[in-house]
């Protein structure tokens, strides 16, 4: 069936380093690919998404790659700040007219100050 | 405008009760999903609406069930409470169908505790 790996489970940096969380998805037929950021207690927001005919997407200091052919995409912040601490959701669908998401399992990012 | 509301914010039943969630999208929005978080499975796909209408469904057994009424609002009912429905339960609202605008838009969620 569909599914989305998401690595690492957890992952802590240096305030100021890079980090980088991939996810890899099983169903060939997913074009859209977006990033939710959810804080302690809080609903998950959607920073930062890519469609399948894009290898790239660049916003401020968070970027997306996609890798359509290894059915890889990974997210990329540089620069991190302690309010980049969250859990980082990645999740893969199809433009077909429907809202189905399919979520990976989440990476806890921790910035040390 | 209103972000996406979830009624009651918190629940605590005990095991084979039934209970309702209710989800108001943001004005506009015809699209519902339903989605169940746990700390060991993340965020599982529930169930989505269009235009009252059940477009797709994810993997639950049928004690969940949901609708959408003509306001484009949704409830989602879960019979026959079992332990393992302790969740926060978000619901996501979307402007339009089909290719273009893919953005949901979470609400807070509901906290179910199942005893």
């Known amino acids: 069936g569909e599914n989305v790996e998401q690595h690492p489970s957890t992952l802590s940096v240096q305030e100021g380093d890079s980090a980088v969380i991939k996810c890899t998805y099983s169903?060939?037929?997913?074009?859209?690919f977006p990033w939710y950021k959810q804080e302690l207690g809080k609903r998950p927001q959607l920073i930062i998404d890519?469609?399948?005919?894009?290898g790239e997407k660049k916003d401020q200091r968070i970027a997306v790659t996609l890798n359509k052919t290894a059915k890889h995409f990974s997210l990329h912040i540089t620069e991190t700040q302690p309010e980049d601490s969250a859990v980082y959701f990645c999740?893969?669908?199809?433009?077909?007219?429907?809202?189905?998401?399919?979520f990976g399992t989440g990476t806890r990012l921790k910035v040390l100050a | 405008k209103a972000g996406v509301t979830q009624t009651p914010r918190y629940l605590i039943k005990t095991r084979g009760q039934q209970v309702t969630l209710s989800c108001s999208p943001i004005?506009?929005?015809?699209?519902v999903s339903w989605y169940q978080q746990t700390p060991g499975q993340g965020l599982q796909f529930l169930f989505e609406y269009f235009s009252e209408t059940q477009r797709n469904k994810g993997n639950f057994p049928g004690r969940f069930s949901g609708r959408q009424f003509s306001n484009s609002r949704s409830e989602m009912n879960v019979s026959t409470l079992e332990l393992g429905d302790s969740a926060l339960y978000l619901c996501?609202?979307?402007?339009?169908?089909?290719?273009?605008?893919?953005?949901?838009?979470f609400g807070p969620g509901t906290r179910l505790t199942v005893l």
């Open positions: 999740a893969a669908s199809q433009d077909a007219g429907t809202y189905k998401y399919i």
């Open positions: 169903d060939s037929a997913s074009n859209y």
């Open positions: 890519i469609r399948s005919n894009v």
């Open positions: 996501a609202s979307s402007q339009i169908s089909g290719s273009g605008d893919n953005e949901q838009f």
């Open positions: 004005s506009g929005h015809r699209s």
